[in-house]
């Protein structure tokens, strides 16, 4: 974890010399929600991150999350994402370190007017970590979404997901849906701040819901830092979480 933090200020070093040649990066992250919009069409646009999360079991669960999208055009595009690495310590004290599950997502938007868009997203997460990390399973799924500037420096973003399970117990059902709603403001030239409500239910399974506020600072258009926090509102939704991570356009591929 300190290690990856440390990572942070030698990649701002590193690209901020042609961060005001590039286009404007678009942040996914932190939030669990997605936006309607793409990223610049041509660049590969990289996040990545730390984050802690403290919970009854695993106990504690550290990972340096990531994402890579690349859109071919301002409606249709494509990302990549998962953790890097995993440390996570369970209610017994026993340790297990390893990558995490991957995940790919085709994205396609729709387009209403210069406020408002639609979006699509189709997915799959392939079970890439080891056992007792990941799920050990693989799952697909779909997610609507729409995004809306509403006010002035005002945006929204809902999200409604439906995914199927590959591995459920018994007396659950494998379809599990979603929903998430961020707001969030710029709050001058550099400063954004935003908020979020999310959850899951599934048959036979207890409801999760959860919330998170955090805090972003454009260095430059093309590079994002962020943090924040969330918290499981239940006893099904885990405990507190701690995250910091950039966004930023690290080539152009066509």
């Known amino acids: ?44 646009e990289v996040e990545a991150g730390v984050q802690r ?14 994402t890579l999208k690349l859109a071919f055009t301002p409606d249709w595009g494509i990302r990549v994402g998962g953790d890097a690495f995993v440390h996570q310590q369970d209610a017994a004290g026993t340790s297990e370190r390893g990558i995490g599950d991957t995940s790919i997502v ?4 729709f387009a209403v007017n210069d406020a408002n868009a ?30 809306s ?22 007396g659950e059902s494998a379809w599990q849906k979603g929903w998430a709603s961020a707001f969030s403001r710029n709050l001058d030239e550099h400063w954004s ?14 409801r999760t819901t959860q919330a998170l506020v955090a805090a972003a ?14 918290k499981g509102l239940n006893t099904a939704s885990g405990g507190w979480s701690v995250f910091s991570g950039i966004t930023f356009l690290a080539a152009k591929v066509f």
């Open 193 to 206: 701040a935003q908020a979020e409500l999310s959850g899951t239910w599934r048959g036979g399974a207890d």
């Open 118 to 147: 639609f979006g699509l997203e189709a997915g799959v997460k392939l079970p890439t970590a080891r056992a007792g990390i990941g799920s050990e399973h693989t799952d697909a799924g779909l997610n609507g979404i729409f995004s």
């Open 106 to 109: 085709l994205k396609r938007r």
């Open 217 to 230: 600072y454009a260095v430059s258009p093309a590079i994002v830092i962020d943090a924040g926090v969330s």
């Open 53 to 66: 999360s403290n919970a009854e079991d695993p106990r504690r669960r550290d990972t340096v999350p990531y």
């Open 1 to 44: 974890m300190k290690r990856a933090l440390l990572f942070i200020p030698a990649l701002l070093a590193c690209i901020g010399a042609q961060a005001d040649e590039v286009p404007s990066v678009t942040p996914y992250r932190p939030s669990v929600s997605t936006p309607a919009a793409l990223s610049a069409p041509g660049w590969l």
């Open 149 to 170: 500037d509403f006010a002035p420096k005002w945006h929204v973003d809902v999200n409604l997901t439906a995914t199927h399970l590959g591995g459920t117990p018994a």
